[in-house]
């Protein structure tokens, strides 16, 4: 009898353990959230509660609850790729005529304001004309295939590629604006849908996404050049006037080379700080007596800038790469030529761009250099993101050549170790001035920028001359192809254009929430009202787990990730209403058993078996019509499907399990009747 007692208590608990357990998180984000918010306006002390919190509040916020745009306020946009004019561009210019221009005309109509695909509604009016063929219009890359179903494969290729690559520009350009929790789709053939919640200046993310992508190759200037102007941006960071260079006084040689980059790695350590915060002992430390915590601060004051980046130095690639601190370094330590790389840890990497883009610097920084930092994580895979690096590159201010020249890119193997590549393929004058470039800059590196990102840094083996390119260093197939779908950044025509755009401003979200909260509470309190007075005492077992049923769908939404809305808040409550309707059902069945001169036990026992098939039909027919929306509906209305099937689950067990288990322990303590409202004739 004790453990059935035991057991039935665990019901009742558990769940509510589990939920705060949920919850706990979301309270955890707000508590530290208005911490941070506080400290806003003092840098340095931001930046040491960062240290110490960071973890915890990233924790936090994953695992709270999200609400939607419509709640918190953000923008919502959805994107067209025109891959109409991506066709009409891909055309021979000197095969376009009356007729071309017609089908186009004629796909234009067809497919505006629709989800037709474009692509194949081109096609189905092109074909109508039997004697037409796209050979006349089109090329095919492979021309030991050239058949028309080789153009449609291309012209595949070609969209498909257009919509990668409008949403790997849109993705880079995002994080530009730190937008957390940023979701970005491809809705049907050629729409992107982006929702950027909290977003305070509509104007420029709108110039944003519609700018044109710009793809560059710029020369690689890592090296005593970066060092140089990073030092230099501490000193304007910190309102001092910039210095003459200090002469380079290094041979460069490689027997110099390890001792000079000694002397500055010895220097820099002094104020460097590693990504954990630490620092290594030196006699000539500035900072020395100092805690780890004082330390840290001292440096991000003295350094804004350089504290941020790392480098290493080899004098060949046959050298051990030796690793230095920038920060508080001698210019004179290290050699002009050497193989340097630059690194910056991933969560410095929105504070060094912030900084990078602020006026003061950018008046400052020399005419021919700017330092720009990768787009992708370098790290183990199985490394946290915010654990990685993102490699630093001092590159020439004006590029070799833009993306404009490059007709083809795609991913491939290298023959010869079957590791990944990219193909890359120019026209006529950029295979010209390609073939100059590289042949003036073998042994260099070549940076591969599209909207000032640097995608790939390879090293030029030898003059190109015919346009043809090999670029290899591909971690895995996956890099090759992101890398594949930059280039054809250049190749690709097919402009982005916003056809659908809604803003919800902070205010409206606050009133949303109002609202929300207020319509759940009149509808609560209306059905509990009604169950008191209705049915007594088993009324208010009702409510309670009517309670515990709202407290767990939005427990569960949490747990998995989900994110509340208006029309979640709408399931919410009808689901409410369906753990009611249960309750209705086991009440009057147990009424029924009263009135037949059941005990109360059995009478218990007979009201949820008998009105078992009926809450159990109702339900499922509910979770159904939920599954339904959740994969054929979008945006709000998957909002609302999720909430409604996760409500029916918790109604199951709420208003079945959980009330069953409250009427039991009322029996083992002892009762023999319960006031379940006015009587039922016999």
């Known amino acids: 009898m004790k453990q059935k007692v035991l057991s039935r208590w665990l019901i009742l608990v558990l769940p509510l353990v589990a939920a705060a357990y ?49 709640l918190r306020g953000g923008m919502y946009v959805t994107l067209e790729v025109d891959v109409l004019k991506l066709i009409e561009e891909s055309a021979l210019p000197e095969a376009v005529d009356d007729q071309f221009l017609a089908i186009v005309e004629q796909t234009r109509k067809a497919t505006d304001n629709t989800d037709k695909d474009v692509l194949q509604t081109f096609l189905d009016i092109f074909r109508k004309d039997p004697k037409r063929s796209l050979l006349e219009y089109f090329t095919v890359s492979n021309q030991l295939d050239v058949t028309e179903e080789a153009v449609v494969t291309k012209l595949q290729k070609d969209v498909s590629d257009a919509i990668d690559q409008a949403l790997q520009v849109i993705k880079q350009r995002i994080n530009k604006f730190e937008v957390s929790e940023v979701s970005i789709q491809k809705i049907g053939s050629r729409r ?36 140089e102007t990073a030092l230099n941006i501490d000193k304007i960071l910190k309102g001092m006037s910039i210095e003459e260079p200090v002469a380079d006084t290094a041979s460069g040689a490689a027997a110099d080379s390890a001792m000079n980059i000694a002397q500055a790695d010895s ?49 060949d690639e046959r050298s051990q790469p030796q690793q230095f601190g920038i920060a508080g370094a001698k210019l004179d330590g290290f050699p002009k030529t050497g193989i340097y790389n630059f690194y910056v840890g991933a969560r410095e990497v929105p504070k060094l761009l912030a900084l990078l883009d602020r006026p003061e610097v950018k008046k400052a920084m020399p005419v021919d250099l700017k330092i720009l930092v990768g787009a992708t994580a370098e790290g183990p895979k199985d490394l946290p993101e915010s654990e990685k690096f993102y490699y630093v590159y001092a590159v020439a201010a004006e590029p070799e050549l833009t993306g404009d020249a490059i007709t083809e890119a795609y991913p491939s193997f290298d023959p010869t ?58 971690g895995n197939i996956e890099e090759a192809t992101l890398l594949a779908v930059v280039l054809k950044a250049g190749a690709l025509k097919a402009p982005v254009k916003i056809i659908e755009e809604r803003v919800v401003g902070p205010s409206l979200g606050e009133d949303s929430i109002r609202r929300g909260i207020t319509s759940s509470v009149i509808s609560f309190a209306l059905v509990i009202v009604f169950m008191l007075l209705y049915y007594a005492i088993g009324g208010a077992l009702a409510d309670i787990a009517l309670l515990v049923n709202v407290l767990l769908v939005v427990a569960a939404l949490i747990g998995f990730n989900g ?4 029309p979640g808040i709408a399931g919410i409550i009808l689901s409410t209403a369906m753990a009611v309707d249960a309750n209705i059902l086991v009440f009057e069945r147990m009424r029924e058993e009263f009135a037949a001169g059941r005990n109360l036990r059995s009478a218990v026992q007979q009201g949820y078996e008998k009105a078992w098939s009926a809450i159990f039909d109702s339900n499922i027919t509910n979770m159904l019509s939920g ?28 208003a079945v399990v959980m009330t069953r288990a409250m009427f039991e322990l009322i029996i083992a303590s002892g009762a023999t009747t319960i006031n379940l409202g006015q009587k039922k004739q016999a």
């Open 22 to 70: 949920l919850f706990y998180p979301t309270y955890e984000y707000y508590q530290l959230d208005n911490e941070r918010s506080a400290l806003k306006s003092d840098s340095a002390a931001l930046d040491e509660w960062d240290r110490n919190n960071e973890k915890a509040f990233d924790a936090a916020k994953a695992g709270r609850l999200k609400l939607g745009l419509d």
């Open 192 to 227: 992107i849908q982006i929702e950027l919640p909290d977003v305070k200046d509509e104007g420029e993310i709108r110039k944003l996404l519609q700018t044109t992508a710009r793809l560059e190759f710029t020369r690689v200037l890592n090296g005593p050049r970066l060092i």
């Open 267 to 315: 220097t820099a350590d002094s104020a460097k700080v590693d990504s954990a915060g630490k620092r290594n002992a030196d006699t000539a430390d500035p900072y020395a007596g100092l805690s780890d915590e004082e330390r840290a601060r001292r440096v991000r004051a003295d350094y804004p800038f350089t504290w941020m980046i790392s480098g290493s130095y080899a004098a």
């Open 417 to 474: 170790n079957n590791s990944p590549m990219v193909m890359m393929q120019m026209d006529a004058n950029g295979a010209e001035r390609w073939a100059q470039i590289t042949g003036a800059n073998v042994g260099k590196r070549i940076a591969i920028v599209l909207d000032g990102r640097v995608y790939s840094a390879p090293n030029v083996l030898g003059k190109i001359p015919n346009g043809s390119s090999q670029i290899t260093g591909s």
């Open 563 to 566: 994110t509340l809305s208006l």
């Open 627 to 654: 599954v339904v929306l959740l994969f054929l509906g979008t945006g709000p209305v998957k909002g609302f499907a999720v909430t409604l099937i996760i409500g029916v689950i918790m109604t199951l067990f709420t």
